[in-house]
């Protein structure tokens, strides 16, 4: 099976570019709904997240994602810490689901990608850009969310021109109409090389 992985810093449309490859029939699994899925229903996690973050970490047993985002963007040993209880869930998780599809290619979207070191298991990678005061200005109608919270986020993701130099493609994510002629010019150009 041949993986795509699809990143992009917060706020570039990363999840506007999925829903157009399903668009085009090519199944994605999306790794931040799928760990928090898991993290809400999985025993074994919920139990090391509280071990981690304390009783405050879920409200009425589904979790406390606004005191947690609070701790690990503003600590990067809580950040290291949770994930590696979520990433090789995540990354378990994600195999079962990739033996189950038959599409001649499937995407795997992940906002950290590069960070977290994913990327090296693709066969292909597709950056999501757009500038960052685009990228803030989306963050702020989308979540309740402040500007120095974003800022927090963005300091642990490596910057558009680090991705860039690691990946097969480049999808400029600013008008919707050329985002959408982008994917279909990868579209054609992934499955003409396998």
């Given at each position: 099976m041949i993986i795509v992985g699809l990143t992009g810093g917060i706020g570039s449309g990363?999840?506007?570019?999925a829903k157009q490859f399903e668009?085009?029939?090519?199944?994605?699994?999306?790794?931040?709904?799928?760990?928090?899925?898991?993290m809400n229903k999985s025993k074994i996690i919920k139990r090391k997240l509280i071990r981690l973050f304390g009783k405050k970490a879920y409200i009425k047993e589904v979790l406390n994602t606004r005191y947690i985002a609070d701790i690990i963007f503003n600590d990067k040993a809580y950040l290291q810490k949770m994930n590696g209880i979520i990433h090789p869930r995540v990354a378990r998780h994600f195999e079962k689901w990739a033996l189950k599809q038959e599409a001649p290619?499937?995407?795997?979207?992940v906002?950290?990608?590069f960070e977290n070191g994913?990327?090296?298991?693709?066969?292909?990678?597709?950056v999501v850009t757009a500038p960052k005061d685009l990228r803030v200005?989306?963050?702020?109608?989308?979540?309740?969310?402040?500007?120095?919270?974003?800022?927090?986020?963005m300091k642990n993701?490596?910057?558009d021109e680090e991705k860039i130099k690691h990946s097969h493609y480049v999808?400029?994510?600013?008008?919707?109409?050329?985002?959408?002629?982008?994917?279909v010019d990868i579209h054609k150009d992934i499955l003409k090389r396998i």
């Open positions: 990363k999840t506007t570019v668009a085009l029939g090519i199944p994605v699994y999306i790794a931040d709904v799928e760990a928090k899925n898991l290619y499937i995407i795997k979207e906002a950290v990608l994913g990327y090296k298991a693709c066969d292909y990678v597709i200005k989306r963050l702020l109608m989308r979540d309740k969310t402040t500007k120095d919270k974003i800022q927090a986020i993701q490596w910057t999808i400029d994510n600013i008008a919707l109409e050329n985002t959408k002629k982008q994917v």
